[in-house]
């Protein structure tokens, strides 16, 4: 039973990670109507300026000399952190108003073809900046050996504890910026009925940078919070990507709830199935996506997401 419990916990921390990329796709979702799968590079360029702004200037980190002349430098991680959400935010408003500004009005195929392009661009960007070699990228929470708290023996640690009290935090604030400002209720109204909201004067191209600004945000603190916990690399969002995918296909595209939620599942599928079928750590992707299409063969439309309905 004590297994069974610290495999939870463990899984726990992943979840949070997963659960905000998801909602960042689910928002960018919402504002544009298609899939951006570039959306963990956004993040993972953040989470690179972040590590430039809290290393010293004689370090070899790109950027880190860069930032040198700011008054402060090298920044404490959490304000380095902070500092790269914004960035990261502005960077996400400027692809979307100057490189797609016409992706909500594309075709589905076209679509997606820019977003890999977009994604494969912002890729190479950080490859040639950073390069692939792993970076230690430091600790936002306390991870010492006895840093944890004991729940019926098994181990919750507080790099768990803080990463969900971060994400739930975020989603918190996007919750209540949608619905208590103007900006906010006019996204929503824009997500609900696009016809409509334009017909009583809701301007959408300065919506759907609002979506993407907010993803890109989110994205940064997902990759800033999964860095913390291991290294950080090129190719650390992309793999978060593939499972982020997983858990707002599950829970829903239209549902930030179902987004985190999904988040939780598909961690728990990754950390449960092969632990006790005995499946090498390689085949965890396998078990989240059994458990995406058992769920998608009942709930085509996720577990969180509004039936679509048919107009005759």
């Not at 039973?1 to 919402?30: E, K, P």
Request: hydrophobic share 55%; aromatic share 8%.
């Amino acid at each position: 039973m004590t297994l069974f419990l610290q495999r939870i916990l463990d899984g726990l921390f992943n979840g949070s990670i997963y659960g905000a990329l998801a909602v960042a796709i689910a928002i960018s979702h919402r504002a544009t109507g298609r899939v951006n799968l570039a959306q963990g590079e956004i993040g993972l360029f953040g989470g690179y300026i972040a590590l430039a702004m809290a290393s010293p200037a004689a370090s070899f980190v790109a950027g880190a000399a860069l930032f040198s002349n700011l008054p402060g430098h090298p920044f404490n991680l959490w304000a380095a952190t902070m500092i790269a959400v914004m960035i990261a935010t502005i960077l996400a408003v400027a692809l979307q108003r100057v490189v797609m500004r016409d992706f909500g009005e594309s075709t589905p195929q076209r679509a997606l073809n820019r977003s890999i392009a977009l994604l494969i661009c912002v890729s190479a960007v950080i490859s040639s900046q950073w390069g692939g070699r792993a970076r230690v990228f430091g600790q936002l929470f306390p991870s010492g050996a006895d840093d944890y708290l004991n729940v019926a023996g098994a181990r919750l640690r507080y790099t768990t504890i803080g990463a969900w009290v971060v994400v739930l935090v975020s989603c918190g604030l996007v919750t209540l910026f949608m619905s208590k400002t103007k900006a906010g209720l006019s996204f929503r109204a824009l997500t609900d009925n696009r016809g409509s909201s334009v017909l009583v004067g809701i301007q959408p191209k300065k919506l759907m940078a609002l979506g993407w600004g907010i993803s890109g945000a989110l994205a940064a603190l997902a990759a800033s919070l999964s860095a913390s916990m291991s290294l950080l690399d090129s190719s650390l969002m992309f793999r978060t990507l593939i499972y982020a995918l997983a858990a707002v296909t599950l829970g829903g595209f239209d549902s930030l709830r179902g987004a985190v939620v999904g988040g939780i599942i598909v961690a728990q599928a990754q950390t449960l199935i092969p632990g006790y079928l005995g499946l090498p750590t390689e085949m965890s992707i396998v078990a989240a996506l059994i458990v995406l299409i058992a769920v998608l063969v009942f709930r085509p439309w996720g577990l969180f997401g509004q039936r679509p309905v048919e107009r005759v």
